[in-house]
């Protein structure tokens, strides 16, 4: 399995709130990417990296912001979490932009 | 509106029987993916189909591309209750004016011993 950990698995917060979830990985793959996934709408991408400090916007970006400092670290955040933020955040990583990419766990984000 | 569909969105069957279950655009596609997604995990990549009406086989799976490069199709041969998941199929349309790699919304299927 390719060494992708997110954390936290699992959280619950409240509207209005900040929130921050985290990508990890071990393979020095310059790709990294956030997604979320909900019912009838498949995997949308937010955001995405193709090197430290190099990150452009997806598809469903607006409410989100990420950071890369790292390679191995891409951080995604809401400044300030909404109920229609409510999802599964998948983080997932390739060696280029057109080879395989690899997916994290998931992280089951509950904004209250 | 979904620029990727699939279908069925579920579907529940015997083990030991055959399914088909199908991807389809109304654009063209440079290559499309199928990934398989167990619940509480990530997709994990399947297969990768690039030219028009490639077909590649993965044990029981057989995967086709449409030689239009519309569509694509996934057939399961003898459904063993290893295949239950959510099949997702993932076209690449970064050269078109589209410009990104977009996810259909993914097939349930649930095999039943």
């Known amino acids: 399995d390719a060494g992708i950990t997110q954390s936290p698995r699992h959280k619950v917060t409240e509207t209005g709130t900040p929130v921050t979830l985290r990508c990890h990985q071990t393979?020095?793959?310059?790709?990294m990417y956030w997604y979320r996934q909900d019912p009838g709408h498949g995997l949308r991408l937010i955001h995405y990296s193709y090197g430290v400090k190099d990150t452009d916007k997806g598809e469903v970006s607006d409410g989100y912001s990420v950071s890369r400092s790292k390679t191995e670290d891409f951080l995604l955040t809401l400044e300030s979490a909404t109920s229609s933020q409510t999802s599964v955040y998948f983080c997932?990583?390739?060696?280029?932009?057109?080879?395989?990419?690899?997916f994290g766990q998931g992280t089951r984000l509950t904004v209250v | 509106t979904q620029l990727l569909k699939q279908s069925p969105q579920f579907l529940s069957i015997q083990e030991g029987e055959n399914l088909t279950v199908y991807c389809n655009s109304s654009?063209?596609?440079?290559?499309l993916q199928w990934y398989r997604q167990e619940p509480g995990e990530g997709p994990v990549l399947l297969v990768t189909?690039?030219?028009?009406?490639e077909v590649k086989k993965l044990k029981r799976l057989t995967f086709q591309f449409g030689d239009a490069r519309k569509d694509s199709s996934l057939h399961i041969t003898a459904a063993q209750t290893g295949d239950t998941g959510l099949y997702l199929c993932?076209?690449?349309?970064?050269?078109?004016?589209?410009?990104?790699?977009?996810f259909g919304p993914g097939t349930s299927l649930s095999v039943i011993p």
């Open positions: 393979e020095n793959h310059r790709y």
């Open positions: 997932a990583i390739s060696e280029e932009e057109e080879t395989e990419a690899f």
């Open positions: 189909v690039v030219t028009g009406g």
């Open positions: 993932a076209g690449d349309f970064r050269k078109t004016s589209y410009d990104k790699v977009i």
């Open positions: 654009s063209v596609f440079s290559s």
